[in-house]
T-cell receptor
Framework: NAGVTQTPKFQVLKTGQSMTLQCAQD?????MYWYRQDPGMGLRLIYY???????DKGEVPNGYNVSRLNKREFSLRLESAAPSQTSVYFC????????????FGSGTRLTVV | AQTVTQSQPEMSVQEAETVTLSCTYD???????LFWYKQPPSRQMILVIR??????QNATENRFSVNFQKAAKSFSLKISDSQLGDAAMYFC????????????FGQGTRLTINP
């Protein structure tokens, strides 16, 4: 089915370890986003990419890096994981028309111990 | 910067009754978009309804409707004939008019349906 695919769905890391969250969409969308969801805080934007080859910081970028590998793929990297990065991470993509909102992936639950 | 506030962390309603979830936002833009998303226990984010700010008519999708008050910067969601499957977290979100249209989310309201 068309949509946004995130991997992995669950991950446990030790403090200081690194990992990359993968995201791919097959809807030919230009814009892609990474959000984190924490209890009582809604979803907060980490990084976004308005088009292939461009990335920009969102509200909470510290401790993260991103790569827009091509139009389909947008990865999020934690270089040195910290317990404060324990969260649920969502990737999303959007058509250029603003009328359709976002299409979200199913999320990654990350725990840093 | 735009902000979105959902002042009701939790709400409950009896099955088949009507419930209204509140949302207020702050922006200096005149053209923008507002959304309600549903997040069931599966964690999937599902678009419930959207509203274009330039449209005066309130959006409606089956049992879901909004009360959009632009001057008051209020965007509430009304769920009629509540069903058990409506139980979820509901997020209000604001999207600006141009560029990458980054969505700004409220804190969420957890809706419980009592049978």
């Amino acid at each position: 089915n068309a949509g946004v695919t995130q991997t992995p769905k669950f991950q446990v890391l030790k403090t200081g370890q690194s990992m990359t969250l993968q995201c791919a969409q097959d809807m030919n969308h230009n814009s892609m986003y990474w959000y984190r969801q924490d209890p009582g805080m809604g979803l907060r934007l980490i990084y976004y990419s308005a088009s292939e080859g461009t990335t920009d910081k969102g509200e909470v970028p510290n401790g993260y890096n991103v790569s827009r590998l091509n139009k389909r793929e947008f990865s999020l990297r934690l270089e040195s994981a910290a317990p404060s990065q324990t969260s649920v991470y969502f990737c999303a993509s959007r058509r250029d028309s603003p009328n359709y909102g976002y299409t979200f992936g199913s999320g990654t639950r990350l725990t840093v111990v | 910067a735009q902000t979105v506030t959902q002042s009701q962390p939790e709400m409950s309603v009896q099955e088949a009754e009507t419930v209204t979830l509140s949302c207020t936002y702050d922006t200096s833009e005149s053209d923008y978009y507002l959304f309600w998303y549903k997040q069931p226990p599966s964690r999937q984010m599902i678009l419930v309804i959207r509203q274009e700010a330039y449209k005066q008519q309130n959006a409606t999708e089956n049992r879901f409707s909004v009360n959009f008050q632009k001057a008051a910067k209020s965007f509430s969601l009304k769920i009629s004939d509540s069903q058990l499957g409506d139980a979820a977290m509901y997020f209000c979100a604001y999207g600006g008019p141009q560029g990458a249209q980054k969505l700004v989310f409220g804190q969420g309201t957890r809706l419980t349906i009592n049978p």
